[in-house]
């Protein structure tokens, strides 16, 4: 089949790579280069572990406080508050210990297999370089300490996830950099991360176009359609192609094309900041998740990227860089000997659902259109099984995973 996959961030790339191995002609749209959009500047992270959801029990406790600090952890813009507050209901809504427990058995399906799902990819890319699987170290000032957040860890050991607990000389002896601020640490020895998201975004591509991919350089705008059947996609530039199928992967921009399809899904962004330290003197082997200060540390290529937090303000406002400061300033606070004389700033927009679970599934108003997005902040770790699944879809043949928990009409 002719196949336009819309999307060339990491969930558009991946399906499409598996597609391709499955004999399918595929199409991309985007009028972005591949991997610029949220997948250029996460964290890298690919962790069979990262099963829970946004949502956990008792967050509800601290949203007052989200809204009074606006260089929070997570934060809420005031103008955007009145549109993002029913969403962020039914986020909480979620949080409850049942559904927790039921929405990280769902997502530790898809992240089980993350190595197996990528393995394939890189081999046939020749990628395999921008991938690494050194561990991550979940950090704590102390064990006390990690003791609040001992429900979530236990749950993801009876899930399956490898956790080794590492007292404070073992972590100093394999990270001396962690030297002085963490106590105690959890280490997560299968998880792995990339070198460069936006690189590996790119080599995954490179090779799909070598595989004889096209690439239309432009937004989709709608469909053409005969009854339950998609024949083609029209672009801004008033372009009409013929296609057998459509893949939207269209990242936060998603829920428009989803909704044409058939399937409204309450699809909201929440971005996220990086810096960048390019000239960092740490030596960091590991990822390392500072769990207090909600801070993802990973050395990369460019150097040590510090990630993380969590804004509601939409799609369209400008970014605050001021929270890419307040993530240096924590960078420094837990590293006083970071060398921050070089940095880059970055914003991106996750796209994410209230239930902390990604849409992966057929659209409700016609067989041959597929919708895989929503990954919040997984999307790394789950492009590859998110690809593997829908050319299964796509196949008709049964899915690897039960992906009844990721239907687009759950909701
Ligand atoms: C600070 C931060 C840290 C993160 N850390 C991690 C991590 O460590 N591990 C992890 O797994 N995840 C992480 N994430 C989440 C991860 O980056 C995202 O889940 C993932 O990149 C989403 O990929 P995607 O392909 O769905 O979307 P994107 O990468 O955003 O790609 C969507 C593409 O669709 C295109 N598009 C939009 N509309 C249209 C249209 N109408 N027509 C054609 N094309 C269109 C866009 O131009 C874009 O190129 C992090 C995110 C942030 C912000």
Same mark, same amino acid.
């Not at 409700?364 to 067989?367: F, I, Q, R």
């Given at each position: 089949m002719h196949i336009a996959v819309i999307g060339t961030g990491i969930v558009g790339t991946c399906t499409a790579a598996w597609l391709q191995r499955d004999g399918h002609q595929v199409t991309f749209f985007d009028p972005r280069e591949p991997g610029e959009a949220c997948s250029f500047g996460n964290a890298g992270s690919l962790s069979?572990?990262?099963?829970?959801?946004?949502?956990?029990?008792?967050?509800?406790?601290r949203v007052p406080r989200w809204l009074l600090d606006p260089l929070g952890p997570l934060t809420v813009r005031w103008r955007y508050a009145p549109l993002v507050v029913p969403w962020l209901v039914r986020m909480l809504r979620h949080s409850t210990k049942e559904e927790v427990t039921r929405i990280a058995t769902a997502l530790r399906t898809l992240l089980e297999p993350i190595f197996d799902c990528y393995g394939p990819l890189l081999d046939d890319a020749q &990628?395999?370089?921008?991938?690494?699987?050194t561990g991550c170290l979940y950090v704590y000032s102390s064990r006390e300490i990690a003791a609040q957040w001992a429900w979530g860890m236990n749950l993801r050991r009876s899930l399956g996830v490898r956790m080794v607990d590492v007292d404070q000389d073992e972590l100093e002896a394999i990270e001396p950099d962690l030297k002085g601020r963490f106590r105690f640490g959890i280490l997560a020895p299968e998880n792995g991360s990339t070198l460069d998201p936006s690189a590996l975004v790119k080599a995954l591509h490179a090779h799909c176009m070598d595989e004889g991919a096209q690439f239309v350089r432009c937004a989709v705008t709608g469909f053409e359609r005969q009854g339950r059947h998609v024949t083609g996609v029209r672009t801004r530039d008033g372009e009409r192609v013929a296609v057998d199928g459509v893949v939207v992967?269209?990242? &936060?921009?998603s829920a428009r094309l989803a909704a044409e399809l058939g399937s409204r899904v309450p699809l909201e962004t929440q971005r996220g900041y990086h810096v960048t330290v390019r000239s960092s003197n740490l030596n960091l082997r590991h990822t390392v998740m500072a769990v207090e200060n909600n801070l993802m540390v990973n050395p990369m290529a460019m150097g040590l990227r510090l990630a993380g937090t969590v804004e509601f303000?939409?799609?369209k406002a400008p970014p605050n860089y001021e929270r890419a400061q307040a993530l240096l300033r924590q960078g420094r606070l837990l590293?006083?000997?970071?060398?921050?004389?070089e940095v880059t700033e970055w914003m991106g927009h996750r796209p994410c659902m209230p239930d902390s679970l990604p849409v992966v599934g057929t659209a409700?108003?016609?067989?041959n259109a597929w919708l895989a997005f929503g990954h919040g902040h997984m999307g790394m770790c789950m492009g590859a099984s998110t690809g593997r699944e829908i050319a299964h879809l796509v196949a008709g043949r049964p899915t690897q995973v039960d992906l009844t928990p990721f239907r687009p009409d759950r909701f």
């Open positions: 069979p572990s990262a099963c829970l959801p946004v949502g956990m029990p008792g967050m509800w406790k &990628a395999n370089h921008l991938v690494k699987r992967a269209a990242g &936060a921009w303000a939409g799609l590293f006083p000997h970071l060398d921050t004389s409700a108003s016609v067989d």
